[in-house]
């Protein structure tokens, strides 16, 4: 291809290998979707309708819940069409978008789990003032700042990224993903994705540093603890969210510090499948099962919505507007 006027679509060769396979990959994606659809819908409702969640701390969670909606929802829904239709292609507007969708989630969750370091660092090294710090206005401008640098990031690299013309269309990977797109430019303007991947990382590696010392801070503050009982609860706060950052980190780095294959390669596409799927899909796990408020919410919400206390809720309902 001569320059970038004539690309007009791309082909997501990822799953070129099991093509003969369709429903498979339909039924995979299907599951895995609806399971992380699911788990996210009911943390955000449990602590919408929770008024004893409306703390700082499941603000947060509520805002990371969103973001894991948005995560898996730009690349699953695509894979899976894709599957079911027996295609591979997906048109140039629409790389944009999920390019851009995939990058402002990813992005927005990462400065999230930075806000809520800090958050967890307050609530334990500085308990008493911890309400006048982490006030609703507060906690309003740190989501904001998440959002914002979230929106910042995505506008950058798809900026940069779809600023070089391309000399292929087949995208080694089941959805647009940055570095298999620098693969398919074919002029010197890929640099300004590679200096704008640079200055990203930069920024992540400084709130790394800012989580890393957050954490260290608050493993002493723990370890001053008493009490074995104060130290297991202080610690019960910061546990999911330890464990979903290790977990982010840990396919991101899994995802992105591998070197690109020339070839479409089993490890790029395990890769980024579990970076993609992962997170969303476990986030609401661990927040469920390791946190004492929101499993008693998830229980009273489930309760409140069972078909015998929707029936008694009508009768009283139509007993109260019934004629005397």
Known sequence: MSNTSTVTYFLLVGFSEIQELPKLNFIMFLIIY???????????TTVVLNVHLHTPMYFFVLNLSIVDLGYVSATIPKAMTNSLMK?????YAHCVVQLFSFVLCGACEFFLLTVMAYDRYVAICHPLHYETVMSRGRCIQLACFAWTFGLLTATLHTGATFASPFCSILINQFFCEIPQMLRLSCSDLYILEVGAIGLTGCLYFGCFLFILASYVQIFKAV???PSVQGRQKAFSTCLPHIIVLSMFYFFGVFAYMRPVSRIPSPMDLIAAVAYCVVPPLMNPIIYSMRNKDIKGGVWKLIAWKSPGKTIVQLSLLTSAFAPS
Request: charged share 10%.
């Open 34 to 44: 609806f399971v992380a659809l699911m788990g996210n819908i009911l943390i955000i």
């Open 223 to 225: 370890m001053r603890i």
């Open 87 to 91: 295609t591979r292609v997906i048109l």
